[in-house]
């Protein structure tokens, strides 16, 4: 489950004389899947004569993007909605879209509350049906309603989903409930939207999915993920590739070796743990052990030696005792992973675990949690500084994607964030950079002279 970290998407402003009737805006909170899914739908927007908001009141057309992951994702949700009812008052003519992980068959929750601001519900993913609820969108005869990706500018990097939803049952997750079970797109279809997007300028795909090592096997003839990478890596245009969220149960030798022998196949991986207890692993029916695991990253890291590891954990899950928050805590020291998502466990309804918190006998305490949490992040912070420091006076390359504040911002191999100052224009471009400056978030260098 990647679905750990939250962000703000608001739509990217624009200066053309497109009227308010004509003008949407999207707001995203979530995980990757929901921020690819905000970009499908910008693209189908503007495909279909929508031009972007900076603003909601500026906008006849507001979608706000939910997410389940975590009670905060909700609440911020709900507060976004507070702010919606003034302009609704306002502008009375505007139509509001709920759409996401919130609004899923069995989230009763959702219609329970009085949401009179919001005019239609639309479930995850679902970027057509949100696009039919546009109540300007010009169509023309010749051309799909309905494009695949045909922004003019995409990002450098572009995620693109290849699979919805997901078939585990893992205890403390919703996405299964909302999201529905797994599908996975065609590989000449996704291999087609990732030519015409790199065609349009992308130099960077991530391929998305719940469990992203799982794709293909609903499909006729049950492709890989391995296919897959291999059928779009040459693709002209194209500098690199990854892929987002492994399951330590579905990752192949086959997959390992596929990224090692490919060169634009980035170094990356993030695998998610979510606890180092073999007792809790069972508890959240995650499908593997530690032993498992350990033994994944033994052979992941022989393959490939210089792999940047990201993981999830979740603290404060039902059941969690000290000491089994001690073999989390001794699993991460020992594998030493590039990046660690911590959440502290929060409860989502209609989950086994929800369940689980209601007895207080496994319930954790709501302040003994944010414990576990802290002294993880601080040994995440530990980490993440030491192996950051290995980098002081490397060349490494750099693929920018976008400039702020004088700096150009880009990403190495290993998908560390890395800053470095020049006057010229290195947006999409690869950069050779000498690190000069390291902490736990970020390196910074100069660019070398090729
Ligand atoms: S059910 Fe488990 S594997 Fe599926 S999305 Fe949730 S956490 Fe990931």
New binding site residues.
């Given amino acids: 489950?990647q679905?750990l970290l939250l962000f703000d998407t608001p739509t990217r402003p624009d200066r053309d004389a497109t009227p308010r009737s004509r003008r949407y805006y999207v707001w995203t909170v979530g995980c990757q899947m929901n921020i690819s899914d905000s970009e499908r739908l910008e693209a189908a927007l503007q495909g279909v004569g929508y031009s972007p908001a900076a603003r909601p009141e500026q906008a006849s057309f507001i979608v706000l993007n939910s997410c389940s992951v975590r009670a905060s994702a909700e609440e911020r949700m709900f507060g976004k909605l507070g702010e919606i009812v003034g302009l609704k008052r306002a502008y009375p003519d505007t139509c509001v879209v709920l759409w996401g992980c919130m609004v899923g068959p069995d989230n009763r929750s959702i219609f329970e509350r009085q949401l009179p601001m919001v005019d239609h519900f639309v479930s995850p993913s679902a970027v057509d049906a949100v696009v039919a609820l546009a109540p300007n969108a010009v169509y023309t005869l010749d051309e799909p309603a309905l494009p695949v990706r045909d922004q003019e500018h995409p990002p450098v990097s572009v995620h693109v989903p290849i699979q919805y939803g997901?078939?585990?049952?893992?205890s403390?997750?919703v996405?299964?409930q909302r999201r529905g079970r797994e599908r996975s797109r065609p590989l000449e279809e996704i291999a087609d939207e990732v030519r015409r997007i790199v065609a349009r300028g992308a130099r960077e795909i991530v391929l998305l999915g719940?469990?992203v090592d799982s794709w293909g096997h609903d499909l006729p003839g049950r492709p890989q993920l391995a296919d897959l990478i291999t059928a779009v890596h040459d693709t002209p245009g194209l500098l690199r590739l990854r892929f987002l969220?492994s399951?330590p149960a579905w990752m192949t030798d086959r997959l390992i070796e596929t990224v090692a022998r490919l060169p634009r196949c980035m170094p990356e991986v993030n695998l998610?743990i979510q606890s180092g207890s073999d007792t809790l692993l069972t508890t959240m029916r995650?499908g593997y052990s530690t032993a498992r695991y350990r033994d994944l990253i033994v052979r992941i890291r022989a393959a490939i030696p210089h792999i940047a590891l990201t993981t999830d954990v979740i603290v404060g899950h039902p059941g969690e005792t000290v000491e089994d928050f001690a073999q989390t805590m001794a699993l991460c020291a020992e594998i030493r992973f590039d990046k660690i998502h911590i959440a502290a466990f929060s409860a989502r309804p209609g989950t086994i675990a929800a369940e689980q918190e209601l007895d207080p006998i496994l319930a954790v305490p709501e302040a003994e949690k944010q414990e576990r949490r802290l002294a993880m992040e601080q040994l995440h912070e530990q980490i993440a500084t030491e192996r950051n420091a290995a980098h002081l006076g490397e060349i490494v390359e750099v693929l920018v994607e976008s400039e702020s504040r004088g700096k150009w911002r880009g990403r190495s191999p290993g998908n560390k964030l890395v800053f470095f100052a020049h006057p010229d224009d290195w947006a999409g471009r690869l950069a050779r950079v000498r690190i000069t400056q390291t902490s736990p978030w970020s390196l910074q260098g100069i660019v070398q002279r090729t």
């Fill in positions: 489950m679905e997901c078939n585990m049952s893992c403390y997750c996405i299964p719940q469990i969220t399951h998610p995650r």
